[in-house]
């Protein structure tokens, strides 16, 4: 099938989003068929479609990552690292979902909701985002303001300063120069290995702590309450959104498949390999100091690396904090910006210029401006902030992958690209383990005295016997399923019809039920985690 009737049957709602694949690091044709048969041509071809996996990884390094990854390091040494080693696949598996969707289908994530589970679920589905993407942009400023308050640069000059920048870097007209801007915060994040290497690290503990898990001082809601913002910072929801949009307006189709998902992977190791340099440069500068177990925010812990290692790492640490908040900021905005264009089918692509795509930038600037002005009000607990934003992407996550998931076994939106089995299979469970660390957080945070390892265990029992007994309805469906005939579709060249075009998706009770039960577990568990942001907050 030729370019230009693959085109026609496209569902692609902006037409900037069709074209030559202009990347930061190259060029390729919008008719480039030709095969990468030697290992210079596939390396070529592979940096001028990365981007957009390394960007959405490296920008989940963001300020409250920093200082998630900060407070874990302090207050409990390298005892969490486990946590970042089982968050790898997952990353992995949830990016290629979206990164599938985008470039098989051409539409954004959000209309994609709206589309096949309807305005009520769209809206709140996309609610959700907007709040949450919001309140991450407001703790990416707070970073800003933290990191230059370092250098002795006042709140009312470094914030501003930095909301212009990151709207000049955006509304540019140029995906390629956007592309490059980002790049250089990509570089940036590296600092993160010299910072460990300064603080000196012990080889055992890392590869001892990376592998068998286990919580210094024993297993409490606070510890918890770490682990889901360890989860929240590192598989955010606005990712799925952001990834989705962006190879869509990188212009990819499913014939870079191959390279987009390298450049998910590359991406994935990437940002686990800062998050791991990031808790042992923390969790060895304060080892054995008076200052362990009291972290209070990303500043006052770039203070203390300053105290304990010296002046140079501190101001690294400080420089990892601005460049991690800014390119955060960047990409939470525009999956948000993104969001926007797709729901009120405005054009948004970076391609475009400022009068030719003015809604799409106007969103954008005005989430920049707000969050900007909420950080220049003073004597707000930026501490408790960052941590309770970042659970809280933690806990709406199980939504955004339940989404994800139903998308992703829908023929009509996927055909041949609908997820395989195993792919359920590791979908149901990265679900199920966040839903029970909710619950756990619940729970403890409503009786403070519980057994937090017993109720873990109990509720994590549950989850094994739920799953089996899932797992064993889905092979005897399989089974009757595979007596069928099915039609045979070639992934090089189907791509999804245009919306108007698709069949209604196929309903259920228990898809409804299932829903409305997610929806009434997330507000219960936003509702708790407040209480519990409170508490902490009070008890300082």
Known sequence: MDQQTLNSKSAVLDSAHLGDINGALGTVKQDDHAPRKTWGAILRTLLAIMGPGLIVMVGDNDAGGIATYAQAGQNYGTSLLWVLLLLLPVLIVNQEMVVRLGLVTGVGHAKLIFERFGKFWGAFSVGDLIVVNFMTLVTEFIGIDLSMKYFGISTYLSVPLSALLLI???????????????????????????????????????????????????????????????????????????????????????????????????????????????????????????????????????????????????????????????????????????????????????????????????????????????????????????????????????????????????????????????????????????????????????????????????LFGILIAALAIIGISQLLRRGKAAAQPVEKLDPDTWRMAPLSELPKPVSSKVRKIGMVTLRVYLLIAIILLIVKAVQLALGQ
Not at 221 to 249: E, K, R, Y
């Open 168 to 458: 000049a870097i955006t509304i540019t007209g140029s995906f390629k120069r956007w592309e490059a801007f980002l790049y250089i915060f990509v570089i940036t994040n590296f600092l993160a290995i010299p910072l460990a290497f300064l603080s000196h690290p012990k080889a055992g503990p890392i590869l001892h702590d990376l592998f068998i898990p286990g919580v210094q001082g024993g297993l409490n809601s606070n510890v918890l309450l770490l682990i889901i913002a360890m989860v929240g910072t590192t598989v955010a929801p606005w990712q799925l959104f952001f990834q989705q949009s962006n190879v869509i307006d990188k212009r990819l189709t499913p014939r870079w498949m191959k390279y987009a998902r390298a450049d998910t992977i590359i991406g994935a190791f990437v940002v686990i390999i800062g998050a791991i340099a990031l808790i042992a440069a923390s969790a060895f500068a304060f080892n054995g100091t008076d200052l362990v177990g009291k972290f209070n925010d990303a500043g006052t812990a770039a203070a203390g690396i300053a105290q304990m290692i010296g002046p140079a790492s501190g101001s690294i640490f400080a420089i990892i904090l601005l460049n991690a908040s800014l390119i955060g900021a960047a990409a939470v905005t525009l999956a948000s910006s993104y969001a926007f264009g797709d729901v009120f089918g405005v054009k948004h692509s970076l391609h475009r210029k400022w009068k030719d795509a003015k809604g799409f930038y106007l969103s954008f600037i005005l989430s920049i401006v707000l969050a900007a002005g909420i950080v220049m009000i003073p004597n707000a607990p930026l501490g408790i902030i960052t941590s309770a934003v970042q659970a809280l992407a933690g806990i709406v996550l199980p939504s955004a992958i339940v989404f994800l998931l139903l998308l992703c076994n829908d023929k009509a939106v996927l055909g041949p690209w609908v997820n395989k089995p195993w792919l359920n299979v590791v979908g149901a469970i990265i679900v199920g383990v966040l839903v029970v660390l909710s619950l756990i957080l619940a729970s403890t945070t409503l009786f403070p005295d519980l057994n937090v390892s017993l109720l873990t265990m109990v």
